[in-house]
């Protein structure tokens, strides 16, 4: 609550006869030129004045904001509301339950630990694919899902009913984000504070990196890690620096034959190319007015793959239509008009606005593309992608002497001889390790003949489309691609042409108004006949959760090292992450993805090679059943309505009967079952004192892990299913868990046992400790000669003998999704400091926010120029300044060899605030928000 108004903002604004208390930003200099994004920000400093945490410095400060400075200002953002999904909201609220006990320990009130903001979870990533193509897939698949997570739900309910102001959006609703966007978001937040009504911009953070989406609404947030979030739900303000801000200009319009999907794939090919990790990007000009909410949704959405913090689009009519249609109130839309208005939040093309970088896109410009076989950014137009496939396929099968083995030249004759450019991503050495640790015999077996269990028979080859999925909130939001899907695939079925017979099919929708609009539409059963049922409303192949494989097919793959293909309309395609068979995965628009699932192969042209014949015998090619946008639009318009959002949404938080029919535990704090092996009270707090222990110096650290550039957060912290021999695996066996009821480790989050075993334990890791292995294992320096074990293995070891760890790291570390268990799983491995070239910022954070030290090598080196080899034994020092309650800018990392020799260099320190540095003398961001809700 402010209690201090320097600038005399406080104002009233009334809006058909209501009253509501405002804060004026035209109150400040230099506001109105700002961006809308860093307006949001003045607001909120505004109101949130305090004279001490927040000054009217750092109003002044924002409001001077020079665009070509680099950040070096830190303010207090204070988010409006929370929103979580499962998997990394169980986490949230475990923690938070065992908050309550700590403070109660520490002679509080356990009823303190309380959401001070609203918080909203919406349960949408335990959906599996396990049933498809078929009519029953759907409810077979929602069966299966509470029968694997009923322990989950339970606890979900009881945090349901044991905290204020936080509600749950129940199984089988829809994707977090696009329930956000269509319902929960409220653009203009209203609030009683002391019995006046306030009105201010919404604004969001939220447990998952796709949180951006809401940028598209005129909303700012962003995906945070759980712990950041579980303090922002607690009344901790979100500590940055005022960012640099890329403002980026539209014009022209999607030409026919592209989609928002290529759109989205282009301008994260630009923005990754230009670099904006840490920067807000604002899209501004005229162009703006003709993006559709749906197209400006799903850029937004796709921030965390070009890397900015946030990716935000101003309001407009087009955002108040979007609100009508999505059936919110009139009184609202009517507020939201009115408040921006007054704020100089309305978009006018017209105003200059201060950016510090520009970019420019002419929507004409952009082509049908894909992208992959590992990276969002890694775009390929389609009219390449026979082409490239062709090329990638060579850092995927074996290799023999560094040379590509004959047999493959002629299973893929179109490429003399290996290419190793795409986007820079690859090497040869990176082939060669691959292969070999893929298990490679020095030849490709494809093409391999497969016959399964119903009697369908067919021959299976590298680059085979095992898996074409609609899937993810970034495209199942969008009518104007979902329609084209469905009409294409109406196209298709009327010249006659099916689905390949190896490709597993699926649908998951983002909300059921998808379902509706394809039902009102007449398109549902040309998509059936082509395999594509609805097999669930969540965030399912994009999140790994494909479930497997048909059992002869995953056979033949594995037997013959095939490498297969997985093409989703989803945002992430990290190695490892689809599906533990699948090793080459592409982003495409939906009805790019039943194109593929027709051509069966990424082998393909769609210009040159036909998708098969019609009746007549007549040559079928991907022109011929492209729908026609302007068709497309009438489909729009004719097939989606106000009613059916009213109608998706009634009664969004009560569930269906299996939610209703839960048992739900009751009381203030949770009561534990010592035998669950979902939910466990985490060790975060034990023997935790009223004050902190002085932090120290770093000394005989040894390397848990040495890593190359680009390892995302799916290779620390993996969400996809894991085998009975791995760390995991056995401790669930041990525990009587039978390996059918694994479930994912994303669903088992809320037991650290669990994320601890699967921390760094992707099948596609690569630690360069060890010479061409994948999958997670390590060289345990703490036994005699060193030998290979796993990396939770030695991590015990280390910990027995009281042996500190280091992780050293290339470029980009930790980008990807925003994983708390990254964080939290490197902190309870042991590891008291990551020593990288660059870090992503959700992950750079986290790991201060679990009492680890993030270091940077000094600019220009890395581990390889520095000569390190992992071997040697390190000690980091000068942590104790952190004590005198100053932050030092560099930290003395010495490497000593086994031979006695060391080598030194000044490490960067990535604490980047004032209040990280607290969070780091506390031990971590919990301990700090536990310490001052005790005192």
Request: glycine share 10%.
């Amino acid at each position: 609550m402010s209690t201090v108004d320097s600038f005399g903002s406080k104002g009233v604004l009334n809006v058909a006869g209501t009253d509501y208390e405002i804060f004026r930003l035209n109150s400040v200099e230099g506001a109105d030129s700002l961006p809308f994004s860093l307006k949001v920000l003045l607001e909120n400093l505004l109101r949130t004045e305090d004279g001490a945490n927040i000054t009217a410095d750092h109003v002044r400060a924002l409001a001077g904001w020079d665009p070509n400075a680099e950040p070096d200002t830190e303010i207090q953002f204070t988010p409006a509301r929370v929103i979580m999904q499962d998997f990394t909201g169980v986490p949230c609220v475990v923690d938070l339950a065992t908050m309550r006990e700590a403070v109660k320990e520490l002679g509080g009130d356990p009823k303190r630990v309380n959401p001070l903001a609203p918080a909203e979870m919406v349960i949408d990533h335990s959906v599996q694919i396990d049933a498809f193509g078929n009519s029953g897939a759907l409810e077979r698949n929602m069966e299966i899902e509470y029968q694997r997570n009923g322990e989950r739900y339970q606890f979900l309910r009881w945090g349901q009913t044991a905290f204020d102001d936080f509600k749950v959006v129940p199984p089988g609703t829809g994707i977090v984000h696009q329930v956000n966007i269509e319902y929960l978001a409220r653009t203009v937040m209203t609030r009683e504070i002391d019995g006046v009504l306030r009105a201010y911009p919404d604004t969001c953070v939220g447990t998952d990196s796709h949180t951006t989406m809401v940028n598209g609404l005129g909303i700012l947030g962003w995906g945070v890690g759980g712990i950041e979030a579980e303090a922002a739900m607690l009344g901790q303000p979100v500590s940055m620096l005022i960012p640099r801000v890329v403002g980026f200009k539209l014009n022209g319009s999607i030409p026919a034959g592209a989609t928002a999907t290529d759109v989205v794939l282009t301008i994260t090919e630009m923005l990754r190319k230009h670099g904006v990790v840490g920067k807000f990007v604002e899209f501004y000009g005229e162009g703006v007015a003709a993006v559709p909410l749906a197209n400006r949704a799903t850029i937004g959405n796709m921030s965390p793959e070009f890397g900015s913090t946030a990716a935000m689009f101003p309001i407009d009519d087009v955002t108040l239509d979007y609100l009508r249609l999505t059936g919110r109130s009139e009184a609202n839309v009517a507020l939201v008009e009115a408040y921006t208005k007054e704020q100089g939040l309305w978009h006018d093309p017209s105003r200059e606005l201060r950016f510090s970088e520009f970019l420019e896109l002419d929507l004409s410009t952009v082509v049908p593309s894909i992208s992959g076989p590992k990276r969002p950014q890694d775009r390929i137009e389609l009219t390449d992608a026979k082409e490239q496939f062709r090329k990638d396929i060579h850092n995927y099968v074996s290799i023999e002497d560094g040379s590509v083995d004959e047999a493959l030249d002629e299973s893929f004759p179109a490429s003399d001889s290996p290419s190793f450019t795409h986007a820079d991503s690859h090497t040869t050495e990176t082939a060669r390790v691959a292969s070999a640790a893929n298990g490679a015999h020095g030849r490709p077996s494809a093409p391999v003949h497969v016959k399964t269990a119903d009697g369908r028979e067919f021959e299976l080859d590298h680059g085979a489309v095992s898996i074409a999925s609609i899937t993810s909130c970034t495209n199942t939001s969008n009518p104007s691609v979902m329609l084209a899907a469905a009409l294409l695939a109406r196209n298709a079925v009327d010249k006659g042409l099916t689905s390949k017979p190896w490709v597993k099919t699926s649908v998951a929708p983002g909300s059921k108004v998808v379902t509706d609009y394809y039902e009102k539409s007449g398109l549902t059963p040309y998509l059936e006949k082509l395999g594509f049922y609805i097999v669930g409303y969540g965030c399912a192949t994009c999140i790994g959760n494909s479930g497997p494989l048909e059992p002869e097919i995953s056979e033949a793959i594995q037997a013959n090292d095939l490498s297969v293909t997985a093409v989703l309309s989803g945002n992430r395609n990290f190695e490892g992450r689809i599906n533990p068979d699948v090793k080459m995965n592409y982003l495409a628009s939906p009805p790019l993805v039943i194109a593929y699932a027709l051509a069966g192969s990424m082998d393909f042209d769609f210009e040159t090679d036909a998708l098969g014949t019609d009746s007549e015998g007549n040559e079928v090619f991907l022109k011929d059943i492209w729908p026609n946008p302007t068709e497309v639009q009438e489909v729009i318009d004719s097939s989606i309505d106000e009613a059916m959002f009213a109608k998706g949404y009634e009664g969004v938080f009560d569930g269906d009967d299996r939610w209703k029919a839960l048992d739900t535990p009751a009381g203030d704090t949770f009561a534990w079952a010592e035998d669950s092996t979902y939910v466990r009270k985490p060790p975060y707090f034990e023997g935790m004192k009223a004050q902190p222990d002085p932090v120290k110096d770093i000394a005989g650290a040894r390397v848990l892990l040495k890593l190359g550039d680009s390892v995302t957060t799916d290779h620390i912290s993996p969400a996809g299913s894991f085998k009975s021999d791995t760390p995991a695996g056995q401790y669930l066996l041990a525990n009587g868990v039978e390996r059918k009821d694994f479930n994912s480790y994303g669903s088992r989050r809320g037991n650290h046992e669990v994320m601890i075993r699967g921390t760094f334990a992707n099948i596609r890791i690569k630690n360069q400790l060890l010479d061409g292995v994948e999958g997670g294992f390590t060289r345990d320096f703490s036994q005699e000669g060193a030998p290979q074990a796993y990396v939770y293995d030695a991590a015990q070891n280390y910990q027995a003998a009281g042996t500190p760890l280091v992780v050293l790291a290339g470029k980009e570390y930790g980008s990807g999704s925003s994983r708390d268990w990254a964080a939290k799983g490197t902190a309870l491995l042991g590891v008291k400091a990551v020593v990288a070239e660059s870090y992503e910022r959700i992950h750079r954070s986290n790991l201060i926010g679990m009492g680890v030290l993030p270091l940077q090598f000094p600019a220009g080196e890395s581990a390889a120029t520095l000569g390190l080899t992992g071997t040697e034994t390190f000690a980091v020092e000068g942590v104790t300044e952190l004590n005198n309650g100053t932050t030092p800018k560099t930290l003395k990392v010495t490497a000593t060899a086994e031979d006695g020799t060391s080598k030194s260099f000044d490490a960067v320190l990535r604490i980047d605030t004032p209040g990280e540095a607290d969070y780091y003398r506390n031990g971590g961001i919990l301990q700090y928000v536990l310490r001052q809700i005790s005192a």
